[in-house]
């Protein structure tokens, strides 16, 4: 993620704080000074809001290592205002898997709840939740509803909280993976009107919850489908085959044309039967005010690119078309080059999928029979 440092590694995992997580730390020191010109106040306002987060990275880790244990890494754990992010490589799609995973991260909370009480209770030292401040109180106690509060909020049944994923997990025992979604992004989306509703007269702070939840669930629904649609086909189904290429002594007049005349932004530029670079639009119209229209291709394309094998799966090279940051990826087959893949043409694919399914037969994505696929 951008905007964020690196603050620790744990178990082999990266730790990245986010630059707004410094604003939030800045804001409770300042005002807890400000209200009553104390640096102890603002000091044990830091203290608290980093310990929270320090157990909010536990959580995270909760997840991490139960991940680990099928096999599965993970990226890195982002620690942002709102929370922590554990980016895992993939979730489990085994439901049992998924249970364990999702589970794993509040079970966290619990453990650290049950042994902050046994510290507390036997010396009658526990508050009630009502004593929770950032600044004073018995800070132990906070701590044990900090965790509390961490195991209910997590546990809500709707994506993107982890009882999203227990429900989704324990209905996709029973269905298939992508009904299971639905019913579990339906029921997450029918909980975010509930907080809606209800935040609106009673505390703002949910309808941010509830927009959180709303997203959250209609983009993992979404992410599920598109996941299903492409599963089994290769990149070769989906890939433009009708394009245009450039040589490297072209002038880049010759890629403005192409511009005007067509859809493609991006153009493979080939010498001896083989790509060599990309011209891409935003490149070529970086350049264009200093170098005029007459400047060759080659000085103007990147030379460093990703290609993929017309063979591989549209899931996996999708997920690369996403991460590479670039717009397009040439198709090469033994050097050749034989297609182009955009975001936009795996959003037409889809789109034609979806109709495909309307018409022909409700579409059952199961390992033995691949979804249907437009002629080509
Ligand atoms: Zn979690």
């Known amino acids: 993620m951008k905007w964020s440092w690196r603050i620790a590694r744990v178990a082999g995992i990266d730790v990245y704080l986010h630059a707004t997580f410094l604003i939030l730390l800045a804001w409770v ?3 807890h000074y400000l209200a009553r010109h104390s ?3 603002a000091a044990d306002g830091l203290l608290f809001i980093s310990t929270l987060f320090g157990i909010v990275v536990l959580h995270e880790l909760g997840h991490a290592l139960a991940a680990r244990r099928y096999g599965i890494r993970t990226r890195d ?5 709102i929370g922590g992010v554990a980016r895992l490589e993939r979730m489990p799609e ?3 898997q998924e249970l364990v995973v999702a589970l794993a991260g509040p079970a966290v909370n619990v453990v650290l709840a049950i042994l902050l009480l046994a510290l507390l209770v036997p010396a009658a030292a526990l508050r009630n939740f009502g004593d929770v401040q950032l600044v004073g ?3 132990l106690s906070k701590l044990v509803w900090v965790n509390v509060a961490l195991v209910v909020f997590n546990l809500i049944p709707a994506f993107p909280m982890d009882g999203g994923r227990v429900l989704r997990a ?3 025992m029973r269905m298939e993976y992508v009904r299971a979604t639905e019913i579990a992004a339906r029921i997450g989306q029918g909980l975010a009107l509930v907080f809606g509703a209800v935040g609106l007269f009673w505390n703002p702070f949910l309808i941010f919850i509830a927009l959180f939840v709303w997203m959250g669930a209609a983009g993992e629904a979404g992410m599920v489908q598109m996941k299903s649609a492409l599963g089994g086909i290769p990149i070769r189904q989906v890939m433009i085959t009708d394009y245009q290429t450039l040589s490297p002594q072209d002038p880049v007049s010759r890629a403005v044309e192409h511009i005007m005349a067509g859809f493609q932004q991006d153009f493979p530029v080939i010498a001896g039967g083989q790509v060599i670079g990309i011209l891409t639009r935003a490149d070529l119209m970086a350049e264009l005010a200093q170098r005029g229209l007459s400047a060759p291709v080659e000085e103007v394309m990147q030379r460093e690119f990703q290609t993929a094998d017309p063979a591989e799966m549209a899931e ?3 997920a690369r078309l996403q991460q590479c940051n670039c717009h397009s990826l040439p198709v090469v087959q033994a050097g050749q080059l034989v297609g182009i893949l955009t975001a936009e043409n795996v959003g037409e694919f889809l789109m034609i999928q979806s109709a495909l399914s309307k018409t022909i037969q409700p579409k059952t994505a199961t390992a033995g029979t691949p979804p249907p696929v437009w002629p080509r």
Request: proline share 9%; charged share 15%; glycine share 14%.
């Open 137 to 139: 109180g018995h800070f």
């Open 316 to 318: 996996t090279v999708f």
């Open 170 to 172: 324990l209905l996709a």
């Open 94 to 96: 085994d439901p049992r």
């Open 29 to 31: 020191g300042l005002s």
């Open 77 to 81: 754990i982002t620690l942002l205002p």
């Open 39 to 41: 640096l102890g106040d």
